[in-house]
């Protein structure tokens, strides 16, 4: 069975997942809990943090705050601020290859390298989301009316990916195909990078917060609906005409909220609004309960680099570390 380690806090829990061992919890009330073999309390923030990313060496916290500052956090508390931007919020935040970070408030988009260079980005309208590509400085911006993909490090004319409407986040598919974004209505649009092809996705019964892609790349699982959704992106075309994946239906009463894919695995773990926390096969859609429900939605999901362990907090402050037999 799988056994729970709970933890309370007083704070809305903004992200949860692991450095190496130690797992973390960021929360509404600026502060990043770490426990592992020392537990610290790091005030990353003088406010509140906004949003939080691992490194993608896995090494690192970065987030960012409503006191304009981008600040890193290692497993030992030691916190380094990487830039400030007074008197705006960084509410967007990506980490992206050799320790790059971008940024955003506003209509404007940063980057800033292993060295501390900064690149600015100025957009016409309202940054939505901020993604690197799997692979190369390549940084994706959502916006009103689609996305834009610029070359970091070149001064080339970016990639203009156009669809009506607002974008409010966006991710790359691991093998660097395609761009998807989320949406204000309640739905999907991808983009096929080789041609421009659209891609639509639709019918969700509520707004899409949270995405994950399996490992390999072959399904993007996304929340907003009684189930987990999960699109195929393993043929040439996308997940156009393909039906996708339903798993840990519960109905519209209980809508899924967060989602995270197994890190070597077709298995997919699934938060709801009512706190609940299930983890689903792909293969036969078999199930176990994580964590029954209480203390409000599953606001953060994330896996242990080693699949063994998940990472989750709740908008009333819960939280908890479940390992798996």
Known sequence: MPTLA?????????????????????????????????????????GSVLAACVSRDGRHLVTSGDDGRVMQIGEDGALECLAERPRKWIDILATGPDGAVAFASGRTAWTRDRTGAEKEFPMERAVGGLAFAPKGMRLAVARYGGATLFWVNTAGKPTELSWAGAHNGITWSPDGKYVVTTMQENALHGWRLADGQDMRMTGYPAKIKATSWSTRGRYLATSGAGAAILWPFSGKNGPMGQTPLQLGAMGEDALVSMVACHPDEDALAIGYQDGMVLASRFEDG????????????VTTLSWSKDGMKVAFGTEGGAGGVISLP
């Not at 997942?17 to 509404?28: I, K, N, Q, Y």
């Not at 020392?38 to 990353?44: E, G, K, S």
């Not at 078999?286 to 939605?297: D, I, K, M, Y």
């Open 286 to 297: 078999a199930e176990r309960v994580l964590r029954r429900s209480g203390e409000g939605p």
């Open 6 to 46: 709970p933890q309370t806090f007083d704070a809305f829990v903004v992200s949860a997942g692991f450095l190496g061992d130690t797992a973390f919890f960021a929360l509404g009330d600026g502060t990043v809990h770490l426990i592992g073999a020392q537990n610290h309390v790091v005030q990353a923030h003088k």
